[in-house]
């Protein structure tokens, strides 16, 4: 008997999609309840590996058919789909899914970036965009298509984002490495702070427009600033014009 029929007898009968570690656990719990069969226990052993093989022979087998469906890994689990062509007729069986709105073009440029440079903080996304990205991020974080991953080792210890499972269903993708190819992207350089800008010690990060200097500094820098020449003087001379 074949691995990748096994496979295929179990991604069938499966009411969910399968990870390779899964499908592992259920060839040993399979070999662990078949006392005498030899055939059973022959797989108790099978390695990740060998099983994502199978699954990558039985894919290419199934697409070589040409069937109604198709076997394919999306988020690192396998599942058995229905071509895209036959949507019509599925749709007239089973119902009209509802689905959420599309993402907005701002919520995919923030999307991306996150994707291609996580994990990542809000205020390095802000300044790939250039714009502010609070309101994006919300309606990210509501679809579960990014989440929270970490902390950055920076001061102020800001919240690092990340891409999630849902994410890779949601494109269709088996894992971040299936993502098109993005240097330029990846190219644009992104300053992390050394340390935190604020008005007084324990309150938020204020933007630099706002800080107000101390009245030493400033008082300072009066004095140092070049006193205005007389109306009359040339300037460079000293002397008055005629």
Same mark, same amino acid.
């Given at each position: 008997?074949?691995?990748?029929?096994?496979?295929?007898?179990?991604?069938?009968?499966?009411?969910?999609?399968?990870?390779?570690? !899964?499908?592992?656990?259920?060839?040993?719990?399979?070999?662990?309840?078949? &006392?005498?069969?030899?055939?059973?226990?022959?797989?108790?052993?099978?390695?990740?590996?060998? /099983?994502?093989?199978? /699954?990558?022979?039985?894919?290419?087998?199934?697409?070589?058919?040409?069937?109604?469906?198709?076997?394919?890994?999306?988020?690192?689990?396998?599942?058995?789909?229905?071509?895209?062509?036959?949507?019509?007729?599925?749709?007239?069986?089973?119902?009209?899914?509802?689905?959420?709105?599309?993402?907005?073009?701002?919520?995919?440029?923030?999307?991306?970036?996150?994707?291609?440079?996580?994990?990542? #903080?809000?205020? !390095?996304? &802000?300044?790939?965009?250039?714009?502010?990205?609070?309101?994006?991020?919300?309606?990210?974080?509501?679809?579960?298509?990014?989440?929270?991953?970490?902390?950055?080792?920076?001061?102020?210890?800001?919240? #690092?984002?990340?891409?999630?499972?849902?994410?890779?269903?949601?494109?269709?993708?088996?894992?971040? &490495?299936?993502?098109?190819?993005?240097?330029?992207?990846?190219?644009?350089?992104?300053?992390?702070?050394?340390?935190?800008? #604020?008005?007084?010690?324990?309150?938020?990060?204020?933007?630099?427009?706002?800080?107000?200097?101390?009245? #030493?500094?400033?008082?300072?820098?009066?004095?140092?600033?070049?006193?205005?020449?007389?109306?009359? !003087?040339?300037?460079?001379?000293?002397?008055?014009?005629?």
């Amino acid at each position: 008997m074949e691995l990748k029929f096994i496979l295929e007898s179990l991604l069938f009968s499966a009411q969910k999609p399968m990870s390779t570690k !899964e499908l592992r656990d259920v060839l040993t719990d399979a070999a662990a309840h078949a &006392e005498g069969d030899e055939t059973v226990r022959s797989f108790k052993k099978v390695k990740e590996d060998a /099983l994502t093989a199978a /699954l990558e022979e039985l894919a290419a087998a199934h697409e070589a058919a040409a069937r109604s469906y198709r076997l394919v890994c999306v988020a690192g689990s396998w599942q058995f789909v229905s071509q895209p062509e036959y949507a019509p007729w599925l749709k007239a069986l089973v119902g009209h899914k509802s689905r959420p709105p599309r993402l907005s073009q701002p919520a995919l440029e923030t999307l991306a970036i996150i994707a291609y440079r996580q994990p990542i #903080t809000r205020a !390095e996304i &802000e300044q790939v965009r250039g714009v502010a990205v609070d309101g994006v991020m919300q309606t990210l974080l509501e679809r579960g298509l990014v989440e929270q991953v970490g902390r950055a080792e920076v001061v102020g210890r800001p919240m #690092t984002y990340g891409t999630t499972p849902v994410f890779l269903e949601y494109f269709g993708l088996r894992a971040l &490495e299936d993502l098109p190819a993005a240097d330029e992207l990846r190219r644009i350089p992104v300053v992390k702070p050394e340390s935190l800008l #604020t008005a007084d010690p324990g309150l938020a990060t204020v933007p630099p427009d706002q800080l107000q200097l101390p009245a #030493t500094e400033t008082a300072e820098s009066a004095s140092e600033a070049p006193a205005p020449a007389e109306p009359n !003087e040339k300037p460079g001379t000293g002397q008055a014009s005629k």
